[in-house]
């Protein structure tokens, strides 16, 4: 085949297309591999995550979020944050913290949030949002009275 003044064999770009495309599906297979097993290594919480919730203390009166909502609220963390290092939806972790009423909530939250791809949701926080942008949820937060750091 040619095309302009170019001779183009159709068998090697069938071939090299071949290859392509299946360098790529080993990758995705490779990447899908990872993350399945990264996800069966690394949902238990390490002592020192455990020991970092366990000191926290709920006051259950003032958990002002229903379990299931909070359980949505985590969804959404997690949906907004996508993958570990790979862009964050911003305003949806600002919405998800403006739900929050007391410094209950915020450490039920958190409880609730346990550890996502290896991670805490202290760690997601501070390795997604930039510094102005940690400073915002503070801010948010501040604003109700609650008082925390990630």
Do not use: C
């Amino acid at each position: 085949m040619k095309i302009g003044k170019v001779d183009i064999d159709s068998n090697k770009l069938m071939k090299y297309g071949g290859y392509a495309l299946l360098v790529l599906l080993v990758v995705i297979v490779i990447v899908a591999i990872y993350k399945i097993a990264k996800g069966f290594l690394s949902d238990e919480l390490t002592a020192a995550q455990q020991e970092h919730i366990n000191e926290k203390e709920i006051v259950t009166q003032e958990v002002s979020v229903p379990k299931t909502e909070m359980n949505n609220l985590v969804a959404k963390l997690k949906a907004a944050f996508g993958s570990y290092g790979w862009g964050t939806d911003e305003d949806a972790v600002y919405a998800v913290f403006e739900q929050m009423n007391s410094r209950s909530d915020v450490l039920s939250l958190v409880n609730a949030f346990s550890v996502y791809e290896g991670h805490t949701l202290g760690e997601w926080m501070n390795k997604e949002l930039s510094l102005k942008e940690l400073a915002h949820v503070q801010e948010i937060l501040a604003t109700k009275g609650i008082t925390y750091t990630f």
